[in-house]
């Protein structure tokens, strides 16, 4: 999210001297990125708030570049929601599993239905994520025919046992892969003859053995059987 910083090098500056144009305040600029926040479902992540730009190359307006701090402390004295990503990750905390829900999001693109699955607590923070699209126009490429498509997989932190907090134990329990089962789920009551995933190169021994195949450009599980 980047609200508009003058430089003195921009086309922008003769509306500002003319007084055709104005920065935000600084209580407008926080009523309006929390209010994007508050917006952000929750297949989104905001990556960035505020451009970083130095503040000696900005003529007029906002400077500060902690603003995502800001709205978070907006949002947390409201009590709102906001659905974005990097706010609601686990990150590194351990949770137990049993808090833990699968909770799905449908939502339609111009070529394709999409499907965010995520794990998430009661607050809803999330623990993990995996991105299915099923496309319902023809596809770019001959291998991805009748195919579904993994578009990202992203499991945070650590999950443990419940009971094995105080002992200190944390191990790996399958968010991911319960994830992929899950999209195989959706992908084979939709009609779709295979389930293909964008995998990098340190990443496809994890999907082999989740009983995808390597392609030419994909890898790819059958969904026949």
């Known amino acids: 999210v980047y609200p508009c910083s003058l430089i003195e090098s921009a086309e922008l500056m003769d509306y500002y001297q003319r007084g055709d144009w104005r920065p935000y ?11 994007c926040f508050q917006l952000t479902p929750d297949y989104c992540r905001l990556t960035r708030v505020i451009r970083d730009i130095p503040g000696t190359d900005i003529v007029v307006g906002n400077k500060m570049t902690n603003f995502r701090e800001l709205v978070q402390q907006e949002l ?22 049993d808090r833990l829900s699968l909770d799905e999001v449908w939502y339609p693109s111009n070529c394709s239905d999409e499907v965010f699955l995520q794990y998430i607590t009661p607050e809803r923070q999330i623990a993990g994520f995996l991105r299915l699209s099923l496309p319902t126009e023809p596809p770019i490429t001959p291998e ?6 993994i578009r990202e997989v992203h499991v945070y932190g650590q999950s443990i046992e419940i009971g094995e907090a105080l002992a200190g134990k944390s191990q790996h329990v399958g968010l991911g892969k319960q994830l992929i089962e899950r999209a195989v789920e959706i992908a084979h009551e939709r009609g ?24 030419q450009l994909y890898q790819l599980r059958d969904l026949r059987e």
Not at 77 to 96: K, L, M, P
């Open 144 to 149: 991805l025919e009748n195919a579904a498509m």
């Open 25 to 35: 305040t600084q209580g407008e600029l926080l009523g309006v990125l929390t209010a």
């Open 76 to 97: 947390a004295q409201n009590g709102s929601y906001t659905g974005d990503i990097r706010s609601r990750e686990i990150r590194h905390h351990n949770v137990a599993l």
């Open 192 to 215: 779709y003859q295979q389930l293909a995933v964008i995998s990098a190169i340190g990443t496809r021994e994890y999907y082999r053995k989740r009983g995808f195949a390597d392609g």
